[in-house]
């Protein structure tokens, strides 16, 4: 349990084989029920490129593939008024003849989104469909080279996959970042009402489906940021590490030459050329073309796919060769058929487009199973009563009750809670748009004194009582003892941990913000002292 406290991320997760156990038939809420077939047939046949046609840009030519299931194109701010061709490419100048930059805006059809991205970024609404919006610095994107701000726009499909709109944004507000890209997901959103008209002809392969059914490999539950990217498990039945594959496709002018400065050759495989590349005794990634695309710049005409096999238990490169001999013998084939049209993509505003809360994504290991939105439970009135409570099928309900309350007067009502079960209990998770998740756990058989003791802690008096205080880099804890007697056992966790407003990806938080720890301090604190009082007291 002290380990629990400590180590919150290693414990918020599910009780294996307890689902049932944990479940709609002990009258919790049952799972929102997020259907991946509309995801699957988008990732099979829908043409990222025809989301882009008819966009309200001024582009500086016409839209083109990057990825088999990406697409790019390029547009000057709104005051460009004239464009001029030159030996080195186009420009945009505006009326006094200044020059201005090109951003590159990339769709990606079947992106990675997960919980951790909901809970990261602003929900908003574009075009009726639910959204998620973001912007910074530190958004990754391999199909825009160039440093500076960047805007991110998804549109849920499922539970885990999104459309998503990546572009180079001239620096400033979420609101000067995104402005063409909203533009873009205005009608991006109107495609998605009517998919089947956005359709290929011919399905495409998935790098995932590449995994399974042509290398024979089981993909990971996190398998990569996007439809074109895929790794598969690496660690077997008993956590021991086991051989693994991870493929990912990119665009480029076609196969390069092998680096100088590296294991790296040029080899023939019975179906064309490859670079090598060895790392250890045991690691071995192959790249060859798979594909071309005839749409497409010179510089993005190839589509390079590599193929990385990891804890070989033959010769790394001769078993990359082989699994990659797989693939391209695939890729020569139909790709598998895709589920029948959804009549539209994306979430109606008021429609569940996640399995799990918001909150839930802020920490890592939550599941649907035991992650979900509190019911209404009531508070007990002594605190006896509140560690009984704590051990009860209902304890993660109960302490969002009391977080809620705690927090409210501190952060405002706004505060998104998520009780999160496990096998002892439960405690809440708290999340809001400022920079700031917050945890709530009861723990009635030890006392505050037996925590932190290898880090950084100190004693405080909060509202009368010896409160055990530590902290890390970017988490501000509080032990607060049960009762007036710190050695009496039950205590109650308060943790709280600075992280980057919603929708925020340029700022890192940490101790190199010494205001903002302080302000996490103060918050918690405050928060701390209120579940003394109100809940604690009596």
């Known amino acids: ?103 590159t805006l990339v769709v990606h059809v079947g992106a990675a989104f997960s919980g951790r991205d909901r809970s990261t970024m602003v929900k908003t609404e574009i075009g009726g469909r639910i959204a998620y919006q973001s912007h910074g610095k530190n958004i990754p994107s391999y199909e825009i080279g160039r440093s500076g701000d960047r805007c991110r726009i998804d549109f849920p499909i499922s539970a885990d996959r999104s459309i998503q709109i990546v572009s180079s944004a001239p620096d400033g507000d979420m609101a000067t970042a995104c402005a063409a890209p909203r533009a873009v997901a205005e009608t991006v959103a109107a495609k998605l009402a009517s998919p089947a008209a956005s359709a290929r002809a011919t399905p495409r392969w998935t790098a995932c489906d590449l995994v399974k059914q042509a290398a024979g490999y089981v993909p990971s539950d996190d398998p990569g940021l996007t439809a074109d990217t895929c790794l598969s498990r690496v660690l077997g039945a008993n956590h021991e590490e086991i051989p693994s594959v991870e493929i990912d496709t990119i665009a480029d002018e076609g196969l390069r030459e092998p680096s100088p400065y590296i294991s790296e050759t040029r080899v023939d495989l019975p179906f064309g050329a490859a670079v090598q590349s060895k790392a250890g005794a045991d690691q071995c990634t192959v790249e060859f073309v798979a594909g ?24 790394p490169c001769a078993g990359a060769a082989e699994v990659a001999a797989k693939i391209h013998e695939a890729l020569s084939g139909p790709a598998p058929a895709p589920p029948p049209p959804p009549p539209h993509l994306g979430f109606a505003v008021g429609e569940p487009d996640a399995e799990m809360p918001a909150a839930c994504g802020a920490f890592s290991g939550t599941v649907p199973e035991t992650c979900r939105m509190p019911l209404p439970v009531p508070v007990p009135a002594t605190a006896p009563e509140v560690l009984r409570a704590s051990e009860t099928l209902f304890a993660a309900d109960m302490t969002c009750a009391v977080l809620h309350d705690a927090a409210a007067p501190v952060l405002g009502d706004a505060i998104e809670v998520a009780a999160q079960m496990n096998a002892g209990g439960g405690g809440c998770i708290g999340l809001t748009n400022d920079a ?81 720890m302080a302000r996490m301090g103060d918050g918690t604190t405050r928060m701390a002292e209120n579940v003394i009082t109100r809940t604690l007291a009596g």
């Open 436 to 516: 700031y998740v917050v945890y709530l756990g009861f723990f009635p058989d030890a006392t505050a004194g037996e925590y932190c003791r290898d880090f950084e802690r100190n004693e405080v008096q909060i509202a009368g009582r010896t409160v055990t205080q530590c902290s890390d880099r970017d988490t501000f804890n509080l032990y607060l003892p049960a009762a007036p007697d710190p050695g009496v056992p039950g205590v109650a966790l308060v943790e709280a941990r600075l992280v980057a407003p919603r929708g925020d990806m340029s700022w890192n938080p940490g101790r190199s913000d010494p205001a903002a």
């Open 1 to 103: 349990m002290i380990a629990c406290a400590i180590a919150l991320a290693a414990c918020t997760t599910s009780v294996e084989g307890q689902a049932g156990r944990l479940g709609t038939s002990l009258g919790l809420p049952p799972v929102p029920v997020i259907p991946d077939e509309p995801a699957r047939w988008a990732m099979s046949v829908l043409d990222p490129c025809a989301l882009l046609r008819d966009m309200p840009l001024k582009t500086a030519r016409p839209e083109y593939p990057v990825r088999p299931h990406s697409c790019a194109v390029e547009h000057a701010p709104d005051e460009a008024t004239t464009w001029w061709e030159s030996e080195v490419g186009g420009l945009y100048t505006r009326v006094d003849g200044e020059i201005l930059e090109l951003h």
């Open 292 to 315: 071309t695309q005839p749409d497409a710049p010179a510089d993005f005409a190839a589509q390079i796919m590599s193929v990385r096999l990891a804890k070989s238990l033959g010769e």
